[in-house]
């Protein structure tokens, strides 16, 4: 005991910086690296009072500080206790406004107190009259292939992958009930909430889970009111503890539909069950959709995957080859990742052709093959830009040449000219990385995706330059 009041008393003679860096250390060597570098890595230490012994640090949004206190709670009051002491105090500012750089400073309820505020799970409630009849067994609906291990990991989907996985290992917590995902077509929403599903029902066998489309719902509603049997549908349904909707948008016209859903997504989320819903736009989006569903929606979290850029393409396409145990040239690989607009249901389209295409008149999967089923799968534009057109407009636009342009020099004018003609050649044509670099300058593959990478990072956060790609793009439209 004397030693460990030595080590704290020394503790605090020291750097509260160097303090939390320990902190961090700590539970670096208690969560997997995904989960360090997701949650802990953002944190930032603020300032330590030690007169009140309050420590304060700086997290990148509220999303975040809500998780760390819903799931990381005990593992912060038991690291900060041994390095800082006992009774210490852990508040946060909350970036609430990146613009103009607005914090809100959070000083979170004792532990005890949030555990009695929190809604009890099913399990710990007495049975509903719904609940009395023994239940049927269940199937799920599920699509066993659609799982977090292949659900490749990108810059788009990597939150709504983290949150998606934690959910499906916790389906009994509160926090971020029900799970909103939405984005355009093809970007692997179906894939995430399917493999929500799945991985719950690994966990917690007894757990009765259902995938259900959105149109089906509305068909078995329908059948249900025909045979006069509409209590039995809305009872069944009562029954899920983790329902999985897909592409809600198809009930923005069916006003019945929604009066039915609203009550059973009520009950569940009374009862402590889950919900996960899918949409290709956002909730305020849903015109047509009544706004006390839309407010339900907007009630937890809100999570949207955009479409995959050409790395998380590549990488997605490769996994796929080695399932299917095809062999596919790098050339190859590259031009169907620049081809398929960002969506992965069509590089799944594309590889099943190939491999159909190998399979029946037994030859090699080449560039002419690949083209060949290219413009089968994939909507092609009728006047495509050519690589002579981005560099004539962006050149233009940054007032150099294009001999200049094509040469070593690394002016700072030309570097970003040359990136940012990539960048458009690889969003705007067909062609393969390695075709790009050589008729800008005869660079390698690897540059064009380094280049596109840094295209891409800075339009997340420099405004203006998000706006001259704009401006460029508007360019060539009207050339089209």
């Not at 977090?148 to 509160?174: M, T, W, Y």
Request: hydrophobic share 40%.
């Amino acid at each position: 005991m004397g030693n460990l009041k030595a080590r704290i008393t020394e503790n605090m003679n020291s750097n509260p910086r160097e303090l939390w860096q320990q902190c961090l250390e700590l539970i670096k060597g208690n969560v997997t690296e995904q989960q360090f570098n997701t949650w802990f890595r953002p944190i930032v230490f603020g300032a330590y009072q030690p007169a009140t012994k309050t420590l304060l640090v700086n997290v990148p949004s509220m999303f975040v500080y809500e998780y760390l206190e819903e799931n990381y709670v005990d593992l912060l009051k038991k690291v900060l206790t041994r390095v800082f002491g006992n009774n210490v105090r852990l508040n946060y500012n909350v970036l609430t406004d990146k613009t103009n750089n607005l914090v809100q400073t959070v000083q979170p309820e004792p532990t005890a107190d949030i555990d009695t505020m929190r809604p009890q799970v099913r399990g710990n409630q007495p049975p509903s009259v719904f609940d009395a009849a023994p239940l049927q067994p269940l199937d799920s609906q599920l699509n066993p292939h659609h799982t977090f291990q292949n659900f490749i990991e990108g810059d788009s989907n990597k939150l709504c992958r983290s949150v998606g996985l934690s959910i499906a290992e916790h389906p009994q917590g509160s926090q971020f009930n029900p799970m909103f995902v939405f984005g355009p077509s093809g970007c692997g929403k179906t894939h995430l909430i399917n493999a929500m599903g799945v991985r719950t029902k690994e966990l917690y066998p007894q757990k009765r889970v259902l995938y259900v489309s959105a149109r089906l719902f509305q068909v078995q509603y329908s059948n249900a009111v025909l045979q006069n049997k509409t209590n039995d549908f809305i009872n069944f349904y009562q029954t899920i503890d983790m329902l999985i909707v897909d592409d809600i948008q198809e009930w923005m016209t069916s006003a019945k539909t929604q009066v039915i859903f609203f009550h059973i997504f009520n009950h569940l989320l009374r009862n402590g069950r889950r919900i996960v819903l899918a949409s290709d736009r956002p909730p305020v989006d849903l015109k047509g959709m009544s706004d006390r569903l839309i407010t339900r929606f907007s009630g937890g979290l809100l999570a949207e995957i955009e479409k995959p850029n050409v790395q998380l393409c590549i990488d997605i396409l490769h996994s796929k080859i080695k399932r299917d145990g095809l062999r596919i040239p790098e050339d190859v690989v590259q031009f169907i990742a620049q081809t398929a607009n960002g969506s992965v249901r069509d590089l799944e389209g594309v590889i099943n052709s190939l491999l159909a295409f190998s399979i029946v008149y037994n030859g090699n999967i080449d560039m002419r093959l690949a083209e060949r089923v290219i413009k089968r799968a994939v909507k092609m534009d009728d006047h495509p830009l050519t690589m002579d057109d981005i560099i004539e407009t962006v050149c233009n636009h940054y007032n150099v040449s294009p001999t200049a342009l094509e040469s070593r020099s690394r002016k700072r004018d030309l570097v970003l000219a040359r990136q940012v003609s990539m960048y458009l050649a690889q969003k705007h044509t067909k062609m393969p990385t390695s075709r790009i670099g050589k008729l800008v300058g005869g660079r390698d593959h690897s540059t064009v995706l380094h280049s596109c990478s840094l295209v891409e990072q800075r339009m997340k956060i420099d405004k203006l330059f998000c706006e001259e790609i704009l401006e460029i793009e508007k360019s060539f439209k009207l050339k089209q």
